[in-house]
């Protein structure tokens, strides 16, 4: 399968700080990559698609103003926490799709822990 | 509201038994299905996906797919310890996909 990094893997920042997540493609030119949230014990949440070079599809419930997100290139893409409160604390995925156009699976980072104190 | 529903388990099997792990959707017209291994603390990782009515093979594991019923199974043989994860399955719907709320799997030595 393909290969996604995320960036950083683990981060604790004070309420009312931004933090920012990266997510690359090694090998992979992304034209669509989605952004996860998950709280412990429950499934995956999506929060964005994000097309490279236009803005991101939010999923409703999501703040975009909150959750900014950046999918400047075919390989990168960023989730901007913006000022962050302990409620955002959370396991934040990152993925992209690839494969045939049947099956279009989905290829995960390996995810971003949020603590938010 | 698109739903894909999954027993969240635990489910327990002895270690070397086949353990059967099943989703159900609702939308008649979807086209592709995907099973997904989640650690504790990890990622999801691709165990297979299935578009075809029947069964899909792939080493210890099978995904079967009935349309009619609006169901997907996925049918782990020779459980090992190391099975033991979240299974995740997943609905292709547009660009995007829809999950189920996992089922825990407990392989027991």
């Known amino acids: 399968g393909a290969v996604v990094s995320q960036h950083p893997s683990w981060v604790i920042c004070k309420s009312g700080t931004s933090v920012k997540i990266e997510c690359r493609s090694l090998?992979?030119?992304?034209?669509?990559m989605f952004w996860y949230r998950q709280f412990p014990k429950q499934s995956l949440m999506l929060m964005a698609t994000?097309?490279?070079?236009?803005?991101?599809?939010?999923e409703q419930g999501v703040e975009k103003d909150k959750f900014l997100i950046n999918h400047a290139s075919l390989t990168l893409s960023t989730l901007t926490v913006t000022s962050a409160h302990p409620e955002d604390s959370s396991f934040y995925i990152c993925?992209?799709?690839?494969?045939?156009?049947?099956?279009?699976?989905?290829?995960f980072g390996p995810g971003t822990r949020l603590t938010v104190t | 509201q698109k739903e894909v529903e999954q027993n969240s388990g635990p489910l327990s099997v002895p270690e070397g038994a086949i353990a059967s792990l099943n989703c159900t959707y609702s939308?008649?017209?979807?086209?592709?299905f995907f099973w997904y291994r989640q650690y504790s603390g990890k990622s999801p990782e691709l165990i297979m996906f299935?578009?075809?009515?029947g069964d899909k093979e792939d080493g210890r594991f099978t995904a079967q797919l009935n349309k009619a019923s609006q169901y997907v199974s996925l049918l782990i043989r020779d459980s090992q310890p190391s099975d033991s994860a979240t299974y995740l399955c997943?609905?292709?719907?547009?660009?995007?996909?829809?999950f189920g709320q996992g089922t825990e799997l407990s392989v027991k030595p």
């Open positions: 993925s992209f799709s690839g494969g045939s156009s049947v099956a279009y699976e989905q290829y």
């Open positions: 090998d992979f030119q992304a034209t669509t």
């Open positions: 994000s097309n490279e070079g236009s803005k991101a599809t939010y």
């Open positions: 939308d008649r017209g979807s086209q592709s």
């Open positions: 299935i578009y075809s009515n």
């Open positions: 997943a609905v292709r719907e547009g660009g995007k996909l829809i």
